[in-house]
Structure formats: structure tokens, C-alpha cells
């Protein structure tokens, strides 16, 4: 068992070095001093300097954070009707919903993104702003929905019933009582509605118009045109570092509701 146990710590130790050192590796060479990428030099910071005075980046930048939050908030709240939807009331087709909920989990994003492409052509919808949004959305719904179901499934429904019955109405309830009980979850839902959408290449890439830039498009671009360089490691990484705080956000408000 010993022998077998060493193994598999191993086995997991050699998995993790194969998924993240070309991470580690693109985060260290892009300090590197000159371009090489095979060869660290000198400790430097110029890379992040050309990429913070490119005006393109701080454009995309902004369009991802806003697109982010616009999908995040309207994500919420759909996701949480759906969510107290399915735990609290009973109907025709429930298990249908429910299987559906988690299609847009399942399937390739791929997949999703040339059917959501096809489906704007074919209702002549102009691809832009507008577009990238309601895919992300309806890639989003779904992660929102399970987080929230998860937390309303051990919800106890007295707390609600005992306001109601010191005459508070449904209104007061649920922003009094509801809405404060499942914070943790929303916070931990939005966070991860937020990283999704900022992080999307395909999804935005099949469905955004000419003009409009995410940063994980131009970050696209830059590989296509020039392959990998060290100005691409310090806007790969300054876009990773991003996402990473935003992702120890979540595990925080995570551990928050599972408490």
C-alpha cells in the first residue's frame, strides 16, 4: 500500500509540472531582458512596459470587463430564478429543465459558438457587442444555476416562513431574508460567471464584429501574427494574473458558503 500510495503521489506531483510549467515558463520569460526564449538573461520589465503603452490592450481590456459584468449581473439573476425555479416548486417537464440546464456545460463551447454564429446569420443579427454577450450569457446561465442550486438545496425555508409570519411580505422576505442567506453563493456565482467571460476566446471569437476586441482576442491576434514572443508572455501573463485573482476571489467566497 506504501509503494502504491508514493506512486500515486508522484504520479500526481509529475501530472501537475506537465499541465503548468509552460505556465511557469511563459511567467518567467516574460521578465526575460531580451527576446530569446530559450535563454534567461537579465531581469527585466520592458515587456510590460510596451504592453501597458499599447492603447490596443487597455481597449480590450476595458471591453472585457465591461462585456464581464454585463453578462455576470444579468446571469445572476436569471440563473437564480432558474435555480429557485428547480429546488422549490414542482411542474410538468422539471427534469426536462434540469437536463437542459446543463447542455451548455456538456457540450463542446466549440460547438456552441458556430451554432450561436449560425444562428445570428440566419436571423440577420450584426455581429458585435451584442452578440458576444448573449453567448456568453447563455454559456453562463448554466455555471450560475448549479452554484445556486447547490447552495438552495440545504436551504431552510423556516427563516422565510417565520418573516412572513412577523408580517413581512414576499418582497421584504426575499431581499431581507433570501437574498443575505445566499450571498455566499451569488458571490461565488458572479465570480465565476466573471472569469468565464473575460477568459472566452472561441465563444467571442465566433460571434464578435469587426472592431470589437476582447483581450483574449488580442491575445490571439499577436500569437497568429508573430507567434510566441516575450511582449506575448507579458500579455499572456498580465491576463493570467487577472483571472488568478479573480479565481482566489471565488474559492474564498466557495469556502463562505460551504460554511
Known sequence: MKVIRSFLKIFTVMVFLFLYSPIIAMVIFSFNESKSLAVFTNFSLKWYEKVIANPEVWRALYNSFWVGAVVT????????????????????????????????????????????????????????????IIGHI?????????????????YDKSIEEAARTLGANELQTFFRITLPTLYPAILAAGLLAFTLSFDDLIKTLFTTGPG?????????????RGGVSPELNSLSSFALSISFLFAIFRLRAERRMGR
Open 73 to 132: 449581473i444579468i446571469s445572476l439573476i436569471l440563473g437564480l430564478m432558474m435555480a429557485m425555479a428547480v429546488t422549490r416548486y414542482s411542474f410538468t417537464g422539471k427534469t426536462i429543465l434540469e437536463s437542459f440546464i446543463l447542455i451548455p456545460i456538456i457540450i463542446p463551447e466549440i460547438a456552441e459558438a458556430l451554432s450561436l454564429m449560425m444562428m445570428y446569420i440566419f436571423l440577420n443579427i450584426p455581429l458585435g457587442p451584442v452578440t458576444v
Open 138 to 154: 447563455a454559456f453562463d446561465i448554466s455555471f450560475v444555476t448549479v452554484v445556486m442550486r447547490a447552495r438552495m438545496v440545504g
Open 212 to 224: 470589437f476586441k476582447t483581450l483574449p482576442l488580442v491575445i490571439w491576434s499577436y500569437a497568429a
